[in-house]
């Protein structure tokens, strides 16, 4: 046998307690190991199937077109923004941290007149004020975030679709960071287009985003429509509207390729298709309720532990996701050597922050199989002797 000058993988073990991602569920990584199928086999069309009709559940809508994007949870934010915005359309952004600027950036690629509502890190904002500034901005696009991990706020949502309604604007929600872990009933808040990622309370890898979309958003997508030429089938025509400036995250194609007529689009991630079935089968059969519940429970002994310890946990508790806990890091320990050795000595991840936050914050992640007790009281443990050690030196 050759000698193999790199060893097989073998990371040591970690548990995975920040913002994301997070350690997957056994199940889903034994779906990951299943053996490939051809995208056009009927067994792997019922998956797909399948999979659209469980996430259906996860997301609390009728909508037909709930399908996957491959990539990571910003291939969801792209495809739907790039999609939905024609150069030069009005699009508001509620920008309450690090993804709120994600989501502006991303329509400003796109062309838009990008529209944004800011409020201070670590708050959130007030349907009143999102309503004034619909009035004000009349934008054909609401964009948010449900939560922003960078500040572990969640903005309350139960208003947008009404809101947007009364304005005549369609509305995007990032929902990667929450999605299974606290309630996002699409059809009953009125949402169109909402997005996610694996990652975080789905409990897998991320690698493919969720995504679901209203019937208008995708009538407004379908006029958009134009198969590439090498597809395209005798008598196609086009859709009235602007070109789609992406191929890959042309959601008009994707539909068409998720739908019976099996668009040859793109090569399907199959392995992230079987793992996205896992997260959402996981989900479905624990119950949405006992999962937001679980979640809702772990986050209040994480903050009673950090409390415990003497840490004061970061913004507007009121609305803190229930999955990420933001903690102060206190003023005589340094957060990155203190984060290291949660690392190495007790192989454990915790995340810190970004931009204004950075080193400010510790961000402890507890979501999916890992919010459960036990993994919660290893972290508070191990951070209790890390406390110590910065301390004494
Ligand atoms: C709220 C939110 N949106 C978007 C993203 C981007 O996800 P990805 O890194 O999978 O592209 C993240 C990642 O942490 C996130 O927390």
Redesign the pocket.
């Known amino acids: 046998m050759p000698r193999q000058s790199v060893p097989e993988l073998k990371p040591v073990p970690r548990l995975l307690m920040g913002?994301?991602p997070i350690n997957a569920y056994p199940q889903v990584l034994r779906a990951l190991s299943v053996q490939l199928l051809g995208q056009f086999d009927p067994q792997f069309r019922r998956y797909m199937a399948e999979t659209s009709a469980l996430y259906r559940k996860v997301f609390q809508t009728r909508n037909r077109q709930t399908l996957m994007v491959d990539g990571?949870?910003?291939a969801g934010?792209e495809a739907a923004l790039v999609s939905l915005i024609e150069p030069g359309d009005r699009v508001l952004v509620l920008v309450f941290g690090r993804?709120g600027h994600?989501l502006s950036e991303i329509a400003s690629r796109c062309g838009a007149d990008v529209r944004t509502l800011e409020t201070p890190w670590g708050t959130v904002f007030e349907p009143d004020a999102i309503e004034r500034a619909v009035k004000k901005h009349r934008p054909k696009l609401l964009a948010t975030?449900q939560?922003?991990?960078s500040t572990t706020m969640a903005q309350p949502l139960a208003d947008i679709g009404r809101i947007c309604a009364r304005y005549g604007a369609l509305s995007f929600v990032?929902a990667?960071?929450t999605l299974g872990g606290m309630p996002l009933p699409v059809d009953r808040w009125g949402l169109d287009v909402v997005s996610a990622?694996l990652?975080k309370c789905l409990g897998g890898p991320?690698g493919i985003a969720p995504m679901t979309i209203s019937d208008r958003a995708a009538a407004r997508i379908y006029q958009r429509r134009h198969i590439e030429q090498g597809l395209q089938k005798k008598g196609y025509r086009p859709g009235t509207g602007k070109r789609i400036r992406s191929n890959y995250f042309d959601l008009a194609m994707i539909m068409d390729y998720w739908s019976d007529q099996a668009l040859n689009h793109h090569t399907e991630a199959t392995s992230m298709l079987y793992a996205a079935r896992e997260c959402g089968r996981l989900l479905v059969a624990e119950g949405l309720t006992h999962a937001f519940a679980r979640h809702a429970t772990t986050s209040r002994q994480v903050l009673e532990g950090l409390r415990d310890l003497d840490l004061v946990p970061y913004g507007d508790l009121a609305h803190k996701m229930p999955n990420v806990t933001g903690v102060w890091i206190p003023k005589d320990v340094n957060g990155e050597r203190a984060r290291h050795r949660m690392l190495e000595r007790h192989n454990i991840e915790i995340g810190t922050s970004f931009g204004p936050l950075h080193g400010k914050i510790w961000r402890i992640g507890a979501m999916g199989a890992n919010a459960r007790p036990a993994p919660v009281r290893r972290t508070l443990a191990a951070l209790r002797e890390v406390l110590r050690s910065e301390r004494r030196r």
Do not use: H, K
Request: proline fraction near 6%.
């Open positions: 913002p994301g990571t949870a910003r934010i993804f994600l975030c939560g922003d991990t990032d990667t960071a990622g990652q991320s």
